[in-house]
């Protein structure tokens, strides 16, 4: 067997497992999931009417700010599901399962590869479950093309791997599950300080350029320009910019974390 089909092997092996935990122990995800769904019903039944005014455009209403919310929805939802995934790889490295992986004659790698890639499937699964919800109250992307679509999942789907291998990053370096829990609230913080729920120029002069540059603000905007036809400008770039370094830095960061980490 060459060492690519044993790391193939091994990695599908501790998909499975991280799978079969996720599928046992829902509450947890169940729990990052509702917060992206009730900031959604709160910010569009409750504040829908007053948050719309800061759009800019004197004649928008509940519809436009739906339309300008669930994108930036989605990307924090991505930023709480990646919690999981700091609070699993805690939970493993002291439980001793880890210690008794290292024992075996598994590629190393493949321990981290399966959280990794179970945590972008749930990332997806939860995003289509927001997205679900957006429709459902009267989001729409008519204008958008199939490649548009593409475009915009492929997005999705690199902000969750970058922020997966980040989070992957923090719960080798917690000493505990809720050490990682806390550790990983910069994730759902973020999108908070992002163009997620007002447009940045709607902001304090001195706190737009922090909303601006932070990874959230460009994916959310380049995410409105793919589904809803608004100007990208250079957020495209930025987006994946960010994307590519944080995987590069949570890879490495986990990378070492892992093979120093005694236990």
């Known amino acids: 067997m060459t060492p690519m089909t044993l790391a193939v092997r091994d990695s599908s092996t501790m998909l499975r497992r991280n799978l079969l935990h996720a599928r046992r122990y829902p509450s947890l995800t169940l729990n990052l999931l509702l917060t992206p769904v009730m900031m959604l019903l709160l910010f569009v039944y409750i504040f829908g009417d007053v948050m719309s005014a800061g759009l800019g455009n004197g004649a928008a209403d509940r519809s436009d700010y739906i339309a300008y ?4 929805i989605l990307l924090m939802t ?35 590869i399966g959280h990794v890639v179970g945590s972008v499937l749930q990332c997806v699964l939860s995003v289509l479950v927001v997205g679900a919800v957006g429709l459902a109250i009267g989001f729409r992307s008519v204008d958008a093309t199939a490649v548009e679509w ?11 791997l970058a922020f997966t291998w980040i989070a992957v990053g923090m719960g080798l370096i917690s000493p505990n599950a809720e050490a990682a829990s806390n550790n990983a609230l910069p994730l759902i913080f973020l ?3 992002s163009s997620t729920f ?17 990874p959230f603000t460009p994916a959310i905007e380049t995410l409105r320009g793919l589904l809803l036809g608004t100007e990208i400008g250079h957020n495209g770039w930025l987006a994946i910019g960010w994307c590519l370094a944080l995987t590069v830095l949570g890879y490495f960061w986990s990378k070492a974390s892992f093979n120093r980490d005694p236990k």
């Open 78 to 112: 991505i930023g709480g599901t990646t919690i999981g995934s700091a609070v699993s790889v805690a939970t493993d490295m002291n439980e001793g399962i880890i210690a008794r992986f290292r024992t075996m004659r598994i590629h190393r790698g493949s321990i981290l």
């Open 198 to 214: 007002v447009p940045v120029d709607a902001m304090p002069g001195w706190f737009q350029p922090i909303a601006e540059y932070q």
């Open 150 to 160: 593409v475009a915009a999942l492929g997005l999705l789907v690199l902000f969750s």
């Open 69 to 72: 919310l669930v994108p930036g």
């Open 191 to 193: 999108p908070l300080v």
